[in-house]
């Protein structure tokens, strides 16, 4: 089954622990997305990837760390966590554009709350 | 700065017509698309315009004016499970995309 694979789905941590969101996608897509997600602002980009090894920020970057050395796997980093990034992360993938646009296909999230 | 405007809210009858409008301001424009999320879950992939004109998928259709930097998102036959929120998203170049607040419906029966 064609899918968009994120872990943990729930995480609670304190302030300063390092944590890392794991995102696998199993349709072999160029490009990988995070999102948080916060009530009122939709959908915000973190970081995306158009291909291994290459990595660029979206709309809010700071506090996160992304990689991408395999085509399938894209973590994404809290080194050193705060509270106002207590959010709904999602972690999308999405073929090369084409026809089909950005169409992109979302994991399950992953609600981080950070006390 | 860079934004997308939608209504926060719309309510709608069981079997009526709603349209979900989207008007953008953005550096780069590559194309519009239309997400559908419900409660709990993660967004889906309803519609995409790259060109003027409207798309139709079933009972959704999606229409985009770039000279007018204006997109809306039809739904027809309206069904409780329509129920949910979406968004419209412009892709500015690259992979780089810019996602409205969201647009919650209502279906009443």
């Known amino acids: 089954e064609a899918q968009v694979t994120q872990n943990p789905r729930y995480l609670i941590t304190v302030t300063g622990k390092k944590l890392t969101v794991t995102c696998s996608q199993n349709?072999?897509?160029?490009?990988m997305s995070w999102y948080r997600q916060d009530p009122g602002l939709g959908l915000r980009q973190i970081y995306y990837?158009?291909?291994?090894?290459?990595?660029d920020k979206g709309d809010v970057p700071e506090g996160y760390k992304v990689s991408r050395k395999e085509k399938r796997n894209f973590p994404l980093i809290l080194e050193s966590p705060s509270p106002n990034q207590t959010s709904l992360y999602f972690c999308?993938?999405?073929?090369?554009?084409?026809?089909?646009?950005?169409?992109?296909?979302f994991g399950q999230g992953t609600r981080l709350t950070v006390v | 700065g860079q934004s997308l405007e939608q209504p926060s809210e719309v309510t709608a009858v069981e079997g009526a017509i709603v349209q979900i409008n989207c008007t953008y301001q953005?550096?780069?424009?590559?194309?519009l698309s239309w997400y559908q999320q419900h409660d709990g879950g993660a967004p889906t992939f309803l519609s995409y315009?790259?060109?003027?004109g409207l798309e139709e998928t079933g009972r959704f259709s999606s229409f985009l004016s770039r000279s007018d930097s204006y997109g809306y998102l039809l739904l027809q036959e309206l069904q409780m499970k329509d129920s949910a929120s979406y968004f419209c998203?412009?892709?500015?170049?690259?992979?780089?995309?810019?996602f409205g607040a969201g647009t919650r419906l209502f279906v009443k029966a």
């Open positions: 349709m072999n897509h160029e490009y």
């Open positions: 998203a412009v892709n500015t170049g690259g992979f780089k995309t810019i």
């Open positions: 315009n790259a060109l003027d």
């Open positions: 999308a993938s999405s073929p090369d554009r084409g026809a089909r646009g950005t169409e992109a296909f």
């Open positions: 953005t550096s780069g424009f590559y194309g």
């Open positions: 990837s158009m291909n291994v090894e290459v990595t």
